[in-house]
């Protein structure tokens, strides 16, 4: 027998009995508040602006409130704006070097920290949520989760080439302790649930 042979068998020998995992049920408890509320508070809190709208007519009405549209580059994957935003091919990424506002769709949110989750399902180009000065994510109202365990649950089993979760914007204190917002991302996150 080998060292190494040796060495495999002392370990085979020597486990530790298999424990029983740990209940993580009370993680599973969903709030009795209103989630969207929840996460609203929480997204606030770190910067982002949440709107309750009725339908993409809304959605257009604010961003033309809020940005020069057809003075700035907007740029969305979703048909439902292209009255408003241009869509991107994917040819070049580097096209993308001069967008204001991207337009993306959100598979859902999270209460307890303001994350709303992406992945290439959605949109072919992973730099698209990174990119732009300004971002803009749509979700259904009713995707809206209490937790990260909630989160995982519904991600854990599925098949992704890129996936995050993003609550923004994106910001940094790390130089002299003061606060950047869009050190390395956008600048403002708007989330809109329909």
């Not at 995982?152 to 302790?177: H, M, W």
Request: charged fraction near 20%.
């Amino acid at each position: 027998m080998s060292s190494r042979d040796q060495i495999l068998a002392a370990v085979k020998q020597n486990q530790p009995d298999e424990l029983v995992m740990p209940s993580l049920a009370h993680f599973f408890v969903t709030p009795t508040e209103n989630l969207q509320a929840e996460f609203t508070r929480v997204v606030e809190g770190i910067g982002a602006k949440v709107f309750g709208v009725n339908n993409t007519e809304e959605v257009i009405k604010q961003i033309e409130t809020d940005f020069a549209v057809g003075k700035v580059r907007i740029v969305s994957p979703l048909k439902e704006y292209s009255t408003i935003a241009e869509e991107f091919n994917g040819a070049d990424n580097h096209q993308l070097a001069d967008v204001e506002l991207m337009i993306l769709p959100a598979h859902f949110a999270v209460a307890e920290n303001g994350a709303c989750w992406i992945n290439d399902e959605l949109f072919s180009e992973r730099v698209l949520p990174f990119i732009p000065q300004h971002l803009a994510f749509i979700v259904n109202k009713e995707n809206i989760v209490a937790t990260m365990h909630h989160a995982y649950q519904l991600i854990g089993d599925k098949r992704y080439g890129f996936g995050t979760f993003v609550a923004g914007p994106s910001k940094t204190a790390d130089i002299e302790q003061s606060l950047v917002l869009g050190a390395h991302g956008a600048r403002s996150l708007k989330i809109f649930f329909i």
